[in-house]
């Protein structure tokens, strides 16, 4: 399901734990990280393709989480031409996505990455939260650093803790 832009409408979950430490996954045969993510299905709402993505790719089901809050508008990234199917190329352009932050309350051992037939990830990792994106394909970071920035608010922080990303790396900080 493309618009008329030619965007097809995505999810993005940001997955976070106790020590606000974020769920990455391994692409399968692949040295790409990235956050779990999914298109919205003809009639499903974000939040319940969220769900639906959570557990296909991570194994999670809603007892296991809680949302935290959810972007306020849709982000969208192009992917390059080169990366798009022969058949779509008329017509498409990339994906549009609302990003959810989410808090694991189930525990780690709940994460089961072969949940699904078709696996998308074959390895998981939590990290801190303002991680170098570098291990994030290119075109997908400024949409991960905006998502990451709006979301943070949602954070639990401990009194007098900052929020938001710090402004001297503009973007990207190590591990």
């Not at 618009?3 to 606000?20: C, F, H, S």
């Not at 809050?69 to 008329?90: A, C, F, I, L």
């Not at 954070?155 to 900080?173: F, I, Q, V």
């Amino acid at each position: 399901m493309i618009d008329r832009e030619g965007y097809r409408p995505n999810v993005g979950i940001i997955l976070t734990n106790a020590k606000n430490q974020v769920f990455w996954g391994k692409r399968i045969r692949q040295d790409a990280w990235q956050f779990p993510q999914g298109g919205i299905q003809h009639g499903e709402t974000p939040e319940q393709a969220m769900y639906r993505e959570l557990q296909e790719e991570v194994g999670l089901q809603s007892c296991h989480v809680q949302i935290l809050g959810r972007t306020r508008d849709w982000m969208r990234y192009e992917v390059p031409h080169s990366w798009v199917k022969r058949e779509s190329r008329s017509n498409y352009k990339g994906q549009k996505q609302i990003w959810f932050l989410l808090r694991l309350v189930g525990r780690d051992c709940d994460v089961s990455l072969r949940a699904s037939g078709h696996p998308e990830f074959d390895a998981w990792r939590w990290t801190e939260y303002w991680v170098e994106l570098e291990s994030v394909i290119e075109f997908k970071r400024d949409v991960y650093r905006m998502a990451l920035n709006e979301l943070s608010r949602f954070l639990p922080t401990k009194t007098g803790a900052r929020r938001g990303m710090p402004k001297e790396n503009s973007g990207n900080h190590a591990e």
